[in-house]
């Protein structure tokens, strides 16, 4: 039995197959991004998404190799030691995955605060995993606790005495994350689960002793087992491969991760949108084609509203179609979103009821550009004039995507947000809407 346990967690836990490397050279995006990548990986056999499936095929590896390990003789086989390097494994493995999520929840990167998009946005035109991460998105603080607790978990696997400690904290963390990624329809759930096995074998090394001790008051022997190292080069060796993993998943990724957080969210591009744009706008006139369309909710071609982002951002309402890009798993963005990227983005994945585009300006002839953000839209451009008119008014004029002509006049609406209100009222100690 010790044999399968043995090849199966090694096999999952050591980096194996190809996606491994190419991440391992993939520097593009900085080393946030670099090292995130590295600690989300996981066996994959079948497709680039993870599935169970792939533990099954671990599970016959595993069992082959153990079939084929007891026909040989071992009767020289050191098993304490062989566990042992196997709780080392495991437990470095899984103080990566954690600190790597830890800290872009501790500064508040995996779920950014909504956008003005976002914010209206009706509840049913997200997606479940949409919402979770919008509802995580509000309280930073929050977010920050949860990567100090998972932070917490992950350091103190680092050192062998503390080890059980650690997953005494993460197996109920672990666990919340696994069950929400279920309940809303999350892509994490196969690797938190993976997460989750690892946790439970490390535990098991002291759980007897902990039920006896706790839950029966008999007295329970400490496991005295240690690796005696005799050569010096070994003592060396080990000192400088720990050292090397606090310095750069604890100390570089940190700082790197804190100074990602510094320079702006990573989930929304940093090019800046029209200077004094940025707001809510009802569409108080439209024409397509030179015919005025009243205001219709079930109209697929009228707008109903538009937002400008601060950044180079319009999201369209309207009643038309959109296909969703349902983004479930983790990724942080390969650049620095200064604009253009063909990457699924966070401010469009798993939304519906708005269209999005990223915009240019050419503020000598005062035209917009726009893009369609939706990979399923590629090919789709507006070119259009604006004029702003006072009041907060902007006219905007132009070719649609099907090259008809559009007007649109768009009057600002001073909406008021709970969310700012509250952070407000956090600095003046009241809240008023």
């Known amino acids: 039995m010790f044999r399968f346990v043995f090849l199966y967690f090694l096999i999952q836990a050591l980096p194996l197959d190809a996606q491994f490397f190419v991440n391992l050279v993939d520097f593009n995006g900085g080393y946030t991004r670099y090292l995130f990548n590295l600690s989300h990986y996981a066996p994959r056999f079948f497709g680039p998404e993870d599935t169970f499936v792939n533990w099954g095929v671990v599970l016959v590896f595993a069992a082959i190799g153990s079939v084929v390990w007891s026909f ?28 790597a999520y830890g800290f872009i929840k501790l500064f508040p990167l995996q779920a950014p605060l909504p956008s003005i998009s976002n914010l209206n946005t009706a509840y049913g035109d997200h997606t479940a995993w949409k919402l979770f991460s919008l509802s995580l998105g509000i309280v930073p603080n929050y977010e920050s606790f949860l990567g100090a607790v998972e932070l917490a978990g992950g350091l103190l696997l680092l050192n062998r005495k503390t080890a059980t400690i650690g997953t005494l904290i993460l197996l109920p963390f672990l666990g919340n994350v696994f069950f929400s990624n279920l309940a809303y329809e999350g892509g994490e759930y196969v690797y938190s689960g993976l997460l989750i096995t690892f946790a439970l074998v490390l535990f098991a090394f002291d759980a007897i002793r902990l039920f006896r001790l706790l839950s029966l008051e008999l007295p329970a022997s400490p496991n005295r087992f240690h690796l005696v190292l005799n050569e010096q080069w070994q003592r060396y060796g080990r000192f400088a491969l720990k050292s090397a993993f606090i310095l750069f998943t604890v100390l570089l990724y940190g700082f790197t991760t804190y100074s990602t957080y510094r320079n702006g969210s990573v989930r929304f591009p940093k090019t800046p949108g ?114 702003k008119a006072g009041n907060g008014q902007i006219i905007l004029a132009g070719l649609d995507e099907k090259r008809d002509s559009v007007y649109a006049v768009l009057d600002k609406i001073n909406k008021k947000y709970l969310i700012d209100e509250a952070a407000k009222a956090g600095r003046r100690g009241s809240l008023k809407l």
């Open 72 to 99: 040989r003789n071992d009767s020289k086989t050191d098993y304490d030691q062989l566990y042992y390097w196997l709780r080392v494994i495991l437990r470095y493995r899984l103080a990566l995955g954690v600190i």
């Open 274 to 387: 029209l200077p004094g744009a940025a707001g809510l706008y009802n569409v108080s006139e439209f024409r397509v084609g030179g015919k005025t369309l009243p205001y219709a909710k079930n109209d697929p071609v009228r707008w109903q509203d538009v937002v400008f982002e601060t950044w180079n951002t319009i999201s369209i309402k309207s009643n038309r179609p959109v296909r969703i890009v349902n983004t479930v798993t983790e990724k942080l963005p390969a650049t620095d979103r200064t604009g253009g990227s063909t990457e699924e983005d966070y401010e469009f994945a798993g939304s519906q009821g708005r269209h999005y585009y990223r915009y240019t300006v050419d503020p000598a002839r005062n035209l917009l550009t726009l893009k369609n953000s939706n990979p399923n839209y590629a090919a789709e451009t507006l070119q259009l004039t604006y004029t």
